[in-house]
């Protein structure tokens, strides 16, 4: 579908960009990459997201222009939904953002149906981020130092570092070139990777507590909760990478990690090695994903929610 992104660029002047709620270097690096790109394209540009961003990506170019309002809707030409497998997905602005003229979907997920008729899909790439490297490639954009630097991270998250079963030549072939045109990995990986704050090593110190390894059905999870997060100082946004924590142990092919929304309500993110699907899982409890790595929420008391998710896994 490149062919009908182009035209929606070279046909608009005035652009929103957006992405889900609860950022990761995917979403954000995709944002500002295509920002960046339509700014040198003389076009007017601007990236709103529910959430603010978290702190560990805020060294991104162009991190500092996000806004979080998104103004009049009726100025807008188009508006890119990246890596959204729903418009949902976006967060309370979703139903408003529908109206506008024309919605162009770049997204990677295996769950997206395809919510409009402008977009880019394809369930094997690695991120959106390598989805948006290819659309440059087509367009022959410049490349810049700052494009590189948000495609490469977008890339590096959303491969685990290119440790995932994801990353494929595709994925390296595309790193390989944003090294190449200005992306310094070790600048990049510093601070996503080994800049954390205090509140976020307290809160695994309390996470790890939680620890539950089921070797016979070679299932790994962690539980946080508010509690834990008020006592660590920590936020939501510190629980990146907990859910990789179960899965690094000997044995285990499927981790989860139980993070409390409010009251009774729980986000569960699902990580899995090879071809184990918890995408099956998260779709059974209204969520999605990839193969994997899915996410869902779940009403109850964790017990029996830890209790649900594991007669779903039996079914895998």
Not at 46 to 51: E, M
Not at 113 to 119: K, L, P, S, V
Not at 154 to 181: C, M, P, Q
Request: with cysteine.
């Amino acid at each position: 579908m490149f062919k009908e992104i182009i035209a929606a660029i070279n046909e608009g002047q005035n652009f929103l960009i957006t992405s889900h709620i609860r950022l990761d270097g995917d979403a954000l690096g995709s944002e500002l990459a295509v920002y960046l790109m339509l700014r040198d394209l003389g076009k007017n540009a601007v990236i709103y997201n529910q959430d603010n961003t978290p702190e560990h990506y805020r060294f991104l170019p162009a991190a500092r222009n996000i806004v979080h309002t998104p103004g009049d809707l009726e100025q807008y030409d188009a508006v890119f939904v990246l890596d959204c497998s729903e418009l949902d997905r976006v967060g309370d602005q979703a139903e408003k953002f529908s109206k506008i003229k024309k919605l162009i979907n770049i997204d990677h997920h295996v769950s997206n149906g395809g919510f409009c008729d402008i977009r880019l899909i394809d369930a094997q790439a690695s991120s959106t981020g390598e989805l948006i490297y290819r659309l440059m490639k087509e367009m022959s954009i410049n490349m810049t130092k700052e494009i590189c630097t948000n495609l490469y991270a977008a890339i590096l998250t959303d491969t685990g570092g290119f440790r995932y079963s994801n990353t494929r030549h595709g994925s390296l072939w595309a790193a390989a070139t944003l090294v190449e045109k200005g992306a310094d990995p070790q600048w990049i990986s510093e601070n996503i990777y080994e800049s954390d704050p205090p509140a976020k090593l307290k809160l695994l110190a309390k996470t790890m507590e939680t620890l539950s390894l089921d070797l016979k059905m070679k299932v790994g999870s962690l539980v946080v909760t508010h509690k834990m997060l008020q006592e660590a100082g920590a936020s939501m946004e510190h629980l990146e990478g907990f859910v990789d924590i179960p899965r690094a142990v000997q044995g285990i092919e499927i981790s989860v990690l139980y993070s409390q929304l409010n009251g009774n309500s729980f986000k569960l993110s699902l990580r899995s090695k090879g071809q184990v699907n918890v995408e099956k899982v998260a779709k059974k409890f209204g969520g999605g994903g990839h193969v994997n790595a899915a996410a869902c929420r779940i009403e109850g008391d964790i017990e029996s929610i830890k209790n649900k998710i594991m007669e779903a896994i039996k079914e895998l």
